[in-house]
């Protein structure tokens, strides 16, 4: 196991520090573009161990009433839609309830990420 040891910043190398990991990000971002592009031209990549290509995600998009059909027949199958079906925050914020009712169906979980915003 190692130890890492957390180095405290002064607020003026802080600021370097996130200069720097803006311009590494763009400069990153900048490579992928690059890379797409000879993909696009040339076919997949393949750099020591690692093959740089597209890939296929899914995802699905339902009709809001065939959504309320697909949680009927799975109720149906004898299965809790809900063991199998999420809501996602913005629908949850969409419900405009407060806190003290949303509490009464579960409970709240909040996590932090560390990112920039604009000021």
Same mark, same amino acid.
């Given at each position: 196991?190692?130890?890492?040891?957390?180095?405290?910043?002064?607020n003026e190398?802080?600021?370097?520090?996130?200069?720097? %990991?803006?311009?590494?990000?763009?400069? %990153?971002k900048?490579?992928?573009?690059?890379?797409?592009t000879?993909?696009?031209?040339?076919?997949?990549?393949q750099?020591?161990?690692?093959?740089?290509?597209?890939?296929?995600? %899914?995802?699905?998009?339902?009709?809001?009433?065939?959504?309320?059909?697909?949680?009927?027949?799975?109720?149906?199958?004898?299965?809790?839609?809900w063991?199998?079906?999420?809501l996602?925050?913005?629908?949850?914020?969409?419900?405009?309830?407060?806190?003290?009712?949303?509490?009464?169906?579960?409970?709240?979980?909040?996590?932090?990420?560390?990112?920039?915003?604009?000021?």
């Open positions: 196991m190692s130890t890492v040891e957390k180095k405290v910043l002064t190398e802080a600021m370097k520090v996130a200069a720097e %990991v803006e311009r590494l990000e763009a400069a %990153v900048q490579m992928k573009a690059d890379l797409k000879y993909v696009d031209q040339n076919g997949p990549l750099a020591g161990d690692k093959i740089w290509n597209y890939s296929t995600t %899914v995802s699905w998009d339902f009709d809001p009433q065939r959504l309320r059909e697909l949680a009927l027949n799975i109720t149906v199958e004898g299965l809790n839609p063991e199998l079906l999420t996602p925050a913005a629908s949850i914020k969409k419900l405009g309830w407060d806190e003290a009712a949303l509490l009464q169906y579960g409970n709240k979980k909040e996590s932090k990420r560390f990112d920039s915003k604009k000021a």
